[in-house]
């Protein structure tokens, strides 16, 4: 399946994401599944992991990001989306953020201002 991660938010608040509004692949289970490990505070929240959060303003336009390494220990990995997340979200522009794996840059969720 194929997703545009802004399209939604973007029909929800009257934005046009211009040259942002992608469209990329969606990887489903065939069968049941348990979801992500509510105890990370995060899906995809592998230790170890890389991941950029790339902020977008209230025209859907790209404002920023932050890379970020997630520490191998699971609960300094939540800590460390939580803080990148808090830095984001401190500049009034920004309108959601996107987390995102780095070395394909596929989209993994994201999070709507507060």
């Known amino acids: 399946m194929s997703y545009a991660p802004l399209r939604r ?12 509004d992608e469209v990329g ?32 303003d209230g025209e859907g336009r ?21 803080q990148a997340l808090h830095t984001a979200f401190a500049d009034p522009a920004v309108a959601l953020v996107h987390v995102r794996a780095v070395e394909y840059g596929c989209f993994q969720y994201e999070v709507r201002r507060p």
């Open 9 to 20: 938010w973007a029909a929800e608040v009257g934005a046009d994401p211009g040259a942002y």
């Open 25 to 56: 692949p969606v990887f489903v289970h065939t069968g049941q599944c348990a979801g992500p490990d509510a105890s990370s505070g995060h899906p995809f929240a592998e230790t170890g992991a890389r991941r950029v959060l790339r902020r977008y």
């Open 62 to 82: 790209i404002a920023g990001g932050t890379l970020v390494r997630l520490p191998n220990d699971p609960g300094h990995a939540r800590a460390a989306v939580d």
